[in-house]
């Protein structure tokens, strides 16, 4: 018999109001908040919504005498778009929705987040006092995925990955424990939660360090294929450089939708500073553009963030990556390859398919070996690299795995090939990491052997290894 109707009716005897059953409006409105449909699809046979740290721990102490049979996920802001990491079937999802709170404290520098606060508020709580966070680039998304996987941020290049700016963790462990992971006490788990995901408990809280700041200059530039192969160039040409401007945030991408009739590209570039610089000329000025599609402007974190993320869900999607040397011969293969994708894939029902080339330059890795160290493995010398994203939004669940499919193939060529052109790297970016990519294994022994001595150490017996959902484990 299934475990999960006691361990359901153990917590609803602390306190009702914690469980959320299947067929009620509440439950149906926590499933729909979900931003990806292959997520919404899992139902659970409960989502618990604690309000506060304490409660979380009456949690896990409740449903730890319940052991293997449990399979539980931990959801914050639902945005992870990679299916069963943050939703279960049949399971149990912890949905910290409810943990709120964002308190600043300017005279130390730092901005306490609840896990179940989204970016668009702290951008609003800090913005008010002249100061920033390495935060999600979109507005809605919460701060859970982001701080425990990685995280890209329009400041990243100068101050690293989002995870790198967490000054303290405060995270429920296994044994129930609220117990706090920063430099001073429990470092070797600060390091560990840094990239490591969600393989040691449940973070209530996340200090983030804060920053002066003001307006930024950037948004967004579209224009034709032709062009597309110029901005390679450029991209690559300024990774390589040692002296340049780290102020600056440069993604390229090109995108299909029947809607737009054919592919566009698009450079997404922003300044930390209220005007354009040199280094971003060749990104802002890629000629022809589609004027009326310009959004280059002078303007606030937020309203960047806003503009990057309008809608809350979407369709089916599904983000695919990997990650090459910044090299134009691979990039432009890349692109070859999503263009025989791309046939592959026209017809499906509102279809929406991307190829974004986001770069981890030098400068961004040596930030996490500044700021304490973190899980990913990287040093200086493996870079400057190109995280390859690939995105698609389709309709159909029957598509589901023609799509997947397509997606798989297209990543396993071009990894052939970067191999072949010996600018393969082995680093795999956790939030665009899917199912059936080791991305513990991508940070290298040193790194793992870290993660899994972590887990040993603050979750002896194993239980987020085995009653944890997700695929992206540190297999003990």
């Given at each position: 018999m299934s475990c999960f109707p006691k361990a359901i009716e153990a917590v609803r005897a602390i306190s009702s109001d914690l469980v959320v059953l299947p067929g009620s409006q509440q439950y149906n409105e926590v499933l729909g908040s979900y931003f990806t449909e292959l997520e919404r699809?899992?139902?659970?046979?409960?989502?618990?919504?604690?309000?506060?740290?304490?409660?979380?721990?009456?949690?896990?102490?409740?449903?730890?005498?319940f052991g293997d049979g449990l399979r539980i996920a931990i959801s914050g802001a639902g945005q992870q778009s990679t299916p069963g990491v943050a939703n279960t079937q049949n399971g149990i999802t912890i949905h910290l929705r409810n943990l709120q709170g964002i308190r600043l404290d300017a005279d130390n520098g730092v901005v306490s987040v609840a896990a179940g606060e989204q970016m668009g508020k702290v951008y609003d709580t800090v913005g008010a006092q002249g100061l920033a966070v390495v935060g999600n680039r979109h507005s809605s998304a919460g701060i859970g995925g982001d701080a425990v996987q990685g995280g890209l941020s329009y400041f990243s290049y100068a101050r690293g990955f989002v995870c790198d700016n967490v000054v303290s963790y405060e995270i429920v462990l296994a044994n129930g424990e609220i117990?706090?992971?920063?430099?001073?006490?429990?470092?070797?788990?600060?390091?560990?939660?840094?990239?490591?995901?969600?393989?040691?408990?449940?973070?209530?809280?996340?200090?983030?360090?804060?920053?002066?700041?003001?307006?930024?200059?950037?948004?967004?530039?579209?224009?034709?294929?032709?062009?597309?192969p110029s901005q390679i160039q450029s991209l690559v040409a300024y990774l390589k450089d040692p002296t340049a401007d780290t102020n600056v945030h440069i993604c390229l991408s090109l995108g299909y939708a029947p809607a737009m009739g054919d592919v566009l590209c698009m450079n997404d570039i922003f300044c930390t500073q209220a005007e354009k610089p040199k280094a971003l000329e060749p990104f802002a000025d890629v000629q022809p553009q589609i004027e009326q599609m310009k959004s280059l402007r002078i303007g606030s974190l937020k309203d960047f963030t806003d503009e990057a993320f309008g809608s809350p869900v979407s369709n089916r999607v599904i983000k695919m990556s990997t990650t090459v040397k910044a090299d134009a011969g691979i990039l432009e293969y890349v692109v070859s390859i999503f263009h025989s994708s791309l046939e592959s894939l026209r017809g499906l029902e509102n279809l929406l398919f991307s190829l974004s080339f986001e770069p981890l330059p030098v400068s961004l890795i040596e930030q996490a070996a500044a700021k304490g160290g973190n899980a990913t493995g990287l040093k200086a010398s493996d870079g400057p690299l190109v995280i390859i994203l690939l995105y698609t939004s389709w309709t159909n669940a029957n598509d589901d795995k023609n799509v997947i499919e397509i997606n798989k193939k297209a990543l396993e060529a071009i990894d052939e090939k970067a191999r072949s052109r010996n600018v393969a790297a082995t680093y795999r970016y956790l939030n665009y990491a899917f199912p059936n990519q080791d991305v513990v294994g991508s940070y290298g022994p040193e790194s793992k052997a870290h993660l899994q001595a972590a887990s040993k150490k603050y979750d002896p017996e194993g239980f987020w290894q085995t009653a944890g959902v997700g695929p992206f484990k540190v297999s003990i």
């Open positions: 699809d899992l139902r659970p046979s409960a989502f618990l919504l604690p309000r506060t740290a304490t409660q979380v721990s009456e949690i896990v102490k409740i449903l730890k005498p117990v706090h992971a920063n430099a001073e006490t429990n470092k070797d788990l600060w390091i560990s939660l840094k990239g490591g995901g969600n393989n040691f408990g449940i973070v209530t809280r996340f200090d983030l360090a804060v920053f002066e700041q003001g307006q930024l200059w950037g948004g967004k530039v579209f224009y034709f294929p032709p062009s597309f």
